[in-house]
């Protein structure tokens, strides 16, 4: 089964949206008369006098309807249906054939080539009025199922408890937004001593936090924003086309909001810091998502360790390698990989 189409795409999916369809013929005539029909059957209509016009058209934006001329300059009806029907965003489009011919080859040619009815031009206004009411009410069904198909599969990819993304969703989202994207920054954050809230105040009192902190960040991102509970106390988010600069100035500000969090469990006030790492694909030649973790997850071990050991030179922190060795001051080597598994740090 595919994927519901993504976030990124879904701008125009809306559905609560209006209704578009894009109307195809030389004839600018019987284009305008069809196009008034359409309005009134309340389309948001375009229109192109050609199948290259048209293909330029369906490239920079989402139609729910296509009602395209079988005889046309450059691209016949058929060469057309056949490259929107290629389309990633357009390939469930309700495709009408528009035709001078109204004999049974036609019909069965048109039915197999991608269109969903045909038109025959002679036709009255009531049975084009009919046409255009049958075919919105198919596209309406259609958009309440993709809604509803988008919204199970948020659901499926949502951590529960904070309401975050989980580190699948992040994954599949991180590896689509760094194929399309100049440069990409992951943000890698992690509870100092959240162990300790969960050993000495329990568990419900630490899924409070953890609750609230989701809260905390939804509140002070966008909703375009990818950020995920990357597992257990560990928290990830990715930003792209974005200076470095910028992407440590973000993370301060995330960082202090969670640092202003407050829960009161009988006389005792709870606050909650984090320790922050990141990586960019600026600074790799081929960059992967695994990679630009590695590079995050290192920078948080180094953050750590800096925090735990403020007196003590920077330069002289030990992480563990792949390998099981120990390496001190990963600058002075070469980069090896640090692979751990999420939520394995010595709190």
Known sequence: MDKPRRRHSDQDCNA???????????DARYLSYVEALARRSGFDVDTAGDGETALEKVASRMFDLVMIDHEMPFS???????AIRSSDSLRDAYAVMLTT???VDMK???????????????????????????????????????STVRELYGLAMRDELTGLANRRYFT?????????????SIVLFDLNDFKCINDTLGHLVGDAVLRDLGAQIRRSTRSEDLFARWGGDEFAMVVPDTPLEDVEGLARRLTKGIEALRWRVGAQEVT????VGIGTSKLLDSPTVEQILEAADRDLYKNKWIRKNPDTNPELYEYPAADGRTITHPAAESPLPVKRKANTLTK
Do not use: M
Not at 76 to 82: A, K, N, P, R, Y
Not at 118 to 135: M, N, Q, S, Y
């Open 101 to 103: 011919h109204d004999d």
């Open 272 to 275: 909650i810091s984090a320790s």
């Open 172 to 184: 599949d989202e991180a590896e689509w937004i760094l194929r399309h994207s100049s440069q990409v």
């Open 76 to 82: 016949s009806g058929l060469d057309l249906i056949t």
């Open 108 to 146: 069965i040619t048109a039915l197999t080539s991608g269109y969903d009815d045909f038109l025959a031009k002679g036709c009255a206004d009531v049975e084009i009025v009919a046409r255009l009411a049958a075919a919105r009410r198919v596209v309406s069904r259609q958009r309440k199922l993709d």
């Open 16 to 26: 609560n949206s209006p209704l578009t369809a894009l109307l195809v013929d030389e």
